[in-house]
């Protein structure tokens, strides 16, 4: 085997981390955490409001340290019920947490 001179292509791989087909993968990565945590919410929250209020949105992350600086495709999980991070934080119920692992594991 000849010698390789491999080089990275920076403007490249940040092209890709932002373009829409990354975006995408992540808002679909994101759906499968949103359909997790409204099984889970709906097994303790009485009236269904917690569990109705979810969503998943598209978001731009914008890194601002080291080398590769700049805007990413991402997706947000989100609940927007007014009490919300009441139930998530102070009485432990950590559904958000809690789909981490069905968001990354695919």
């Known amino acids: 085997?000849?010698?390789?001179?491999?080089?990275?292509?920076?403007?490249g791989?940040?092209?890709?981390?932002a373009s829409p087909g990354v975006g995408a993968a992540c808002v679909a990565a994101a759906g499968?955490?949103?359909?997790?945590?409204?099984?889970?919410?709906?097994?303790?929250?009485k009236s269904?409001?917690?569990?109705?209020?979810?969503?998943?949105?598209?978001?731009v992350v914008h890194l601002s340290l080291g080398r590769n600086r700049g805007p990413?495709?991402?997706?947000?999980?989100?609940?927007?019920?007014?009490?919300?991070a009441?139930?998530?934080y102070q009485q432990g119920k950590h559904v958000l947490r809690d789909v981490i692992d069905v968001i990354e594991r695919g």
């Open 13 to 17: 791989m940040a092209a890709l981390a």
């Open 48 to 59: 269904g409001e917690y569990a109705r209020s979810f969503r998943v949105r598209p978001a």
């Open 1 to 11: 085997m000849g010698n390789v001179d491999y080089r990275p292509d920076r403007e």
């Open 72 to 84: 990413r495709a991402g997706a947000v999980l989100e609940n927007t019920a007014p009490y919300a």
């Open 86 to 88: 009441t139930l998530e």
């Open 32 to 45: 499968r955490g949103l359909v997790a945590a409204e099984a889970a919410a709906a097994r303790f929250a």
